[in-house]
């Protein structure tokens, strides 16, 4: 509520219009109507979320629920839109609770700080509460679906959440093959042996998600919309990358890609074979429709992305498979998100939160992890800034950011026992002091 009142990015209008399409067409319309070019691509349990919000939103302001009123931003809209991602942020205000409630004693003040982290992200604060998403209310069902996966007895009810939140926001999908190794592993495998199968486990677990998913799937596919869902839902003519470059793999070899347009010809390297698209001069990223064409070097596909995806995802999940702790899933998620980051197809920035937000739970448990967490921490907040760049939002992104990056990485440091047990000299331990604060400041 204390960010500018009308600094708002195009995700304003998108939710918006998706409050109109599902509070005045019915159903059978929602994934068809396309009157804004901001039509719905989420999965159907957001469309029905957004219904619901739509019933309190007529008493704020009906005229933001007509599909005609495009850009409609009167004040009651915009702060009835706010008031809804603060409200349901309780969500990861409860799941993070669970997450330390349910941390061993001696690991609580670890805990805390890690929480606290997380529900004062500077990522939460640049992508919910200015650009505007309600990713606090998703990240708080994937932390409590985490949460749920510490003991066996919760184990169906984490499967049941996870299944929900992917029927809320399809990105999540990045994390899946974790869960399914480590559900496999520890909830339908005998842990004597993985060649005992527990049939009953595996029957409630296939009940469970066949009956979240065909809550949110059975409509459309009783419609015969299976299709179009999918369009919407998948749309690769969007292309490889999205129209705010993700710091990824693809973001340098596109890069790479326009560094060669003008050295090839200067350096006539076409006599090595390598030519130059002239047609694809113009190519740029886009954020709605059209593939990026490459110059010089060879073009991507959706499959080579997802071949490239899985292969870097093994690693972690045969470790998994073999040593099935709670940390080594929380380990195996966070790389999961990682390698689908840097490999995966149009891939938004916003997405470098499911590496850092699942880190942070196991950051303080080892001095390894947090030395990879803060770098991390660091590149992947200032990564976001880009969604803002106004002269007025300036302030509120790069102030917050790094009062949080100080903050959290100092406290982080502080509480980390490892730290102090593995610096064994004065050396190590001024290297440390120096070493740290240049890597934050970075």
Not at 80 to 86: A, D, E, G, K, L
Request: aromatic fraction near 16%; glycine fraction near 4%; charge should be positive.
């Amino acid at each position: 509520m204390l960010t500018p009142p009308r600094s708002k990015s195009t995700d304003f209008e998108v939710h918006r219009n998706w409050l109109a399409i599902t509070h005045s067409l019915p159903i059978q319309r929602w994934y068809y109507e396309n009157t804004s070019q901001w039509t719905l691509d989420y999965p159907p349990f957001f469309a029905y979320f957004e219904w619901i919000l739509s019933k309190f939103a007529q008493y704020a302001d009906a005229a933001m629920l007509e599909v005609k009123n495009l850009a409609y931003d009167s004040w009651q809209t915009v702060y009835f839109q706010r008031t809804t991602v603060i409200a349901t942020e309780l969500v990861l205000v409860y799941a993070l609770h669970k997450y330390v409630q349910t941390s061993p004693s001696s690991s609580k003040p670890l805990s805390h700080a890690a929480a606290l982290s997380i529900l004062l992200s500077p990522g939460l604060l640049i992508i919910d509460h200015i650009h505007f998403q309600y990713n606090g209310f998703l990240y708080g069902l994937l932390i409590l679906s985490l949460v749920l996966t510490r003991k066996q007895s919760t184990l169906l009810w984490s499967g049941a959440v996870f299944a929900a939140l992917l029927c809320l926001k399809h990105i999540y999908l990045y994390l899946a093959p974790a869960y399914f190794v480590y559900l496999l592993r520890v909830y339908c495998l005998s842990p004597r042996s993985i060649f005992r199968i527990r049939f009953y486990n595996c029957v409630k677990l296939a009940l469970v998600l066949g009956v979240v998913f065909g809550a949110a799937l059975g409509p459309f596919v009783y419609w015969g919309q299976a299709e179009q869902l999918l369009s919407r839902l998948f749309p690769f003519s969007r292309g490889l990358c999205h129209a705010y470059w993700a710091p990824n793999v693809w973001a340098m070899y596109s890069f790479t890609d326009r560094v060669l347009i003008y050295v090839v010809p200067r350096l006539g390297l076409q006599r090595l074979g390598l030519g130059v698209n002239e047609a694809a001069f113009n190519s740029v990223t886009r954020g709605l429709v059209g593939d990026t064409s490459f110059a010089v070097l060879p073009e991507v596909t959706p499959r080579m992305t997802f071949l490239l995806t899985v292969f870097f995802q093994l690693t972690a999940l045969i470790k998994l498979f073999v040593q099935p702790s709670w940390e080594m899933f929380i380990g195996a998620v966070t790389l999961c998100g990682y390698a689908s980051f840097l490999f995966g197809w149009h891939v938004h920035e916003k997405a470098i939160l499911l590496v850092i937000i699942p880190f942070s739970l196991i950051a303080l448990k080892d001095r390894r992890y947090l030395g990879a967490f803060r770098p991390l921490a660091v590149a992947g907040h200032v990564s976001l800034f880009p969604l803002l760049f106004t002269k007025g939002e300036f302030l509120v992104k790069a102030v917050y950011t790094v009062f949080w990056l100080v903050l959290f990485l100092l406290v982080f440091d502080r509480r980390n026992p490892f730290d102090r047990i593995l610096l064994t000299s004065t050396q190590d331990g001024v290297w440390a002091k120096v070493r740290i604060p240049s890597i934050d400041v970075y």
